[in-house]
T-cell receptor, first 112, second 118 residues
Framework: GQQVMQIPQYQHVQEGEDFTTYCNSS?????IQWYKQRPGGHPVFLIQ?????EVKKQKRLTFQFGEAKKNSSLHITATQTTDVGTYFC????????????FGTGTRLTIIP | GAVVSQHPSWVICKSGTSVKIECRSL??????MFWYRQFPKQSLMLMAT?????????EQGVEKDKFLINHASLTLSTLTVTSAHPEDSSFYIC??????????????FGPGTRLLVL
C-alpha cells in the first residue's frame, strides 16, 4: 500500500525564520490534505491539493503539490509563535480498497 | 514506534443494523482517543473525544445516542453506529494520544474503517 513519509520529524526555529515540511509518497496520490494540530488539540484541516503542480497560499503558508503527485510541501514564511504545533499531511483513500495514509507529522517549535 | 489499530477495516451492513468499530493503542496507554469521520473529498471531521473512564465529549451536531463511544480501558475505545443508515456511510478514523511521559506528546492515527450502509 501507499506510504507517506514526512520530514523532518521535529523542527526548532527562531521566531521570524522560515519553516518547511515535506511529504513524500511511494505512489501517486489522488490528492493530499494538510492538517495542523496545536499542542493539546486535535488536527485541524488546512488545505487540500488536487492538481499536479498546484500551489496554494494562505497568508504566510504556501502549499505545493509536486508535478508527479508524489510529494508535497508546506512552507511557512517568517514564523510566529502562533505557528507552534504539528503539521501533517494526509492522503485520503480514493478507491474503495485504499487506506487513509497519514504522514508522521512535523512538530514545529518556535524559539522567541 | 507506537501503533494504533482499527477493526474492522471494512464493513458493509444493512440499513437499521448497528456497527461497532474498535480502536486500540498497541504499545502505549491512551487516556484520550479521538474519533473522526471523513466523507469523500472532504476533510477529517472530529466527532468526539473519548476519555478513559468517563463520558465522551461530542462535537456539535454529532448525535451521542447514535454514535455510542465507550473507552473502557487505556488501550481500547469503541464507536458503535446504532441503527445505521446510508447517510452514515463514511470513513471513520480514530487517533490516540500518547502521554507516556516523554518530553512531547504524540498523537497516532488508526488506519480507518470504511463503513458502507446499504
Amino acid at each position: 500500500g501507499q506510504q507517506v513519509m514526512q520530514i523532518p520529524q521535529y523542527q526548532h526555529v527562531q521566531e521570524g525564520e522560515d519553516f518547511t515540511t515535506y511529504c513524500n509518497s511511494s505512489t501517486t496520490l489522488s490528492n493530499i490534505q494538510w492538517y495542523k494540530q496545536r499542542p493539546g488539540g486535535h488536527p485541524v484541516f488546512l488545505i487540500q491539493l488536487v492538481k499536479s503542480g498546484e500551489v496554494k497560499k494562505q497568508k504566510r503558508l504556501t502549499f505545493q503539490f509536486g508535478e508527479a503527485k508524489k510529494n508535497s510541501s508546506l512552507h511557512i514564511t517568517a514564523t510566529q509563535t502562533t505557528d507552534v504545533g504539528t503539521y501533517f499531511c494526509m492522503s485520503p483513500p480514493f478507491f474503495g480498497n485504499e487506506k487513509l495514509t497519514f504522514g508522521t507529522g512535523t512538530r514545529l517549535t518556535i524559539i522567541p | 514506534g507506537a501503533v494504533v489499530s482499527q477493526h474492522p477495516s471494512w464493513v458493509i451492513c444493512k440499513s437499521g443494523t448497528s456497527v461497532k468499530i474498535e480502536c486500540r493503542s498497541l504499545d502505549f496507554q491512551a487516556t484520550t482517543m479521538f474519533w473522526y469521520r471523513q466523507f469523500p473529498k472532504q476533510s477529517l471531521m472530529l466527532m468526539a473525544t473519548s476519555n478513559e473512564g468517563s463520558k465522551a465529549t461530542y462535537e456539535q451536531g454529532v448525535e451521542k445516542d447514535k454514535f455510542l463511544i465507550n473507552h473502557a480501558s487505556l488501550t481500547l475505545s469503541t464507536l458503535t453506529v446504532t441503527s445505521a443508515h446510508p447517510e452514515d456511510s463514511s470513513f471513520y478514523i480514530c487517533s490516540a494520544r500518547d502521554l507516556s511521559g516523554r518530553v512531547q506528546e504524540t498523537q497516532y492515527f488508526g488506519p480507518g474503517t470504511r463503513l458502507l450502509v446499504l
